[in-house]
Every structure is written in C-alpha cells, then in structure tokens.
C-alpha cells in the first residue's frame, strides 16, 4: 500500500512540473528574442558614471566639456577611449535566454539591489539613465546582470575590467605626453632643436657636421612621449628632489608658449629608481620610470651628430692597391 502511495505521489509531483513547464516555459520562450537589447534607453547624453562595489563608496567618472575627469584623483583627466569602450559594451549587450525570472533568483544570482558583486549607474544631468547590478560570474568572460527595476537575470558577456573601481584603471596615462604636431623646439643641456611635424634640425649645427635625423626623433619622443606610471597628486613634497632636478629642459609649442620639464629622482632608495615629472604648463606630478629618463639624461649634442667615415683609413687602402697590381704584373 506504501508502495502504491509513493508512486503515486511521484506520479503527481512529474505531472505538476510539466504543467509548470507548459505553462511558463512556453509563455517565456514566446517572449524571448534574442536581439532585443539589455538597455531600451540611448546613453548618448550620459555624463556621469557610477560604479560601486557592495557596500563600498562609489566611484565616480565625470564629463566636463569633451572631457572626462576623475574627482577622486584630483580632477585628472580619464581615458576617453575606455569610457567610450564602457559605453559601447552596454549599448551592444543583447539579452540572452533568462538565467532567472524573479528578484528571489536575483538574490541567488548576486543581482538584487541590496545584494551584488558591482553596481552601474549612469546619468545624465539630474536624470539617471541606466541602473544594473552585477553579479557572480557563470563562466570565463561572463557576468549575471540585472537591470534596476526588473525582475530578469541574464548572463551576459562584459568585460571585467569595465566595474574597475580604482582610479589608476581610468587614468589618462598619456596626459604627461604633448603631441609633436604642437612642438617648435626643444632645448635640453646643450642640445636646441627645430622641430617641424617632418623634420627636426639643430639650431646650432657644427660646420661640416650632419644632424643624426634617427637619434634625434629619438630624443624628443624621449622627452615629450612620456607616459606616467603614477599619478602622485597636485603637491611638491621633498622626496620628489624637484629642488635639485637630475634633468630640466623646456619644449616650445607652435603658439610661443614655454614648457618647462622638471624631472627629480625620487629620495629614500627608491627599488625600481624612480623620478617624478612636473610640467610647468599641469598641477600634477607624477611617477616615470628609470628608462624614460637615463637616455635623455646622459646625451649631450655631440652624441646627436652623424659619425664621419675615416678618410686616413680610405686613403690607406687605395693606396694598396697599385702595390697589389704590380707585384701580380711581377
């Protein structure tokens, strides 16, 4: 009797879930389209960025103008390429099939809004235009999401390094540098250089002396392609030896106005050698490393300067020449 019990209450148990199956399976799988976009709203307009970790302070990106700043590192500006990256990966995620259907799955999923792994908001003015939580990762490039305000999970492809929540992630790395097609001259020691976008000459070229055209594009991209390892802040301190510079020089732009390049190398037996750079024309100092300094700091403007062939050895060996063909004639 037990026996007849038990099967039969399997029996209804196998029945009710293929009822469920055919009641909610089949109304899912008709609303479902695989090309409809995660966010049904355009995030053109958006100027602000938001990125929290659980309970964490969120981190702030911010556009003014054309630019993008960071509050949180002095107002420096942001990599305008990977907010653009951030922006482009949410406007092209599609939804895939649902991972879960309820806010009780989401909280499974690391999805709820009092229970996530990373959380996006990004606004416009004084209006929010998108909010998603992030959660756990089902899989190798892959992150469960839900979007404020609804009740679906998804498991979507988004890269991770686009819920970094560290300022130097964002940094504009490359706004210690100055573009060549801005540059007159450069003086540094006892080196002047012209500088044109297609040429570079020495303003005080040695008579019968040749302008090594290779070394010295490779100075100036040495000195003015500088790319910082890290932002230190808008405040001199005295580590950064700036009172005792190892090199200064100072870059012309087209416009007449002077750059001075401060470069001190960094007190306190510093492991990797560190200097810090200071612009005249920017608060920031900053971080570079050993080798963006050494070669510019041990040139002079003879090591600018073609090598000239030997003519004492040229002329040695012509002049063993005849001396060959007589003896042979001999």
Known sequence: MSATVR????????????????????????????????????LKDVDTIALSESDKEPFVLKKEG?????????????????????????????????????????????????????????????????????????????VYVR??????????????????????????????????????AISLKDISLDVTDTTIQMSDLPEGKTLDDKKASQLLSNTTQIRFSELLGTKDDEAYNLTK????????????????????????GEKDESYVLKRSDQPYYYKILKFQVEKASSLTAQDLLKEEPDENKTVDNDSSAPTEELSAEE
């Open 7 to 42: 099967y039969l209450s399997a029996l209804l148990v196998f029945q009710l879930l293929i009822s469920a199956y055919l009641h909610f399976g089949k109304e899912n799988i008709g609303e479902f389209k695989a090309e409809d976009s995660l966010l049904t709203q355009s």
């Open 245 to 268: 510079p190892h090199l200064i020089y100072t870059v012309t732009k087209n416009d007449g106005t002077e750059i001075t390049y401060t470069i001190g190398k960094m007190k306190d």
């Open 147 to 184: 979007v404020a305000d609804t009740e679906k999970t998804y498991a979507v492809a988004f890269p991770n390094h686009n819920l970094q929540t560290e300022p130097k992630f964002w940094l504009d790395k490359d706004y210690s540098s100055l573009d060549r097609s801005l540059i007159k």
């Open 66 to 142: 054309e630019a993008w700043i960071i509050p949180s590192a002095f107002d420096h500006p942001a990599s305008k390429l990977k907010i653009e990256n951030i922006i482009k990966d949410l406007n092209t995620l599609n939804k895939p099939y649902p991972a879960g259907n309820t806010l009780l799955a989401a909280k499974n999923f690391q999805t709820a809004k009092d229970d996530f792994k990373h959380k996006l908001v990004l606004s416009s003015g004084d209006k929010e235009e998108a909010r998603l939580f992030f959660g756990k990762s089902p899989g190798f490039k892959k």
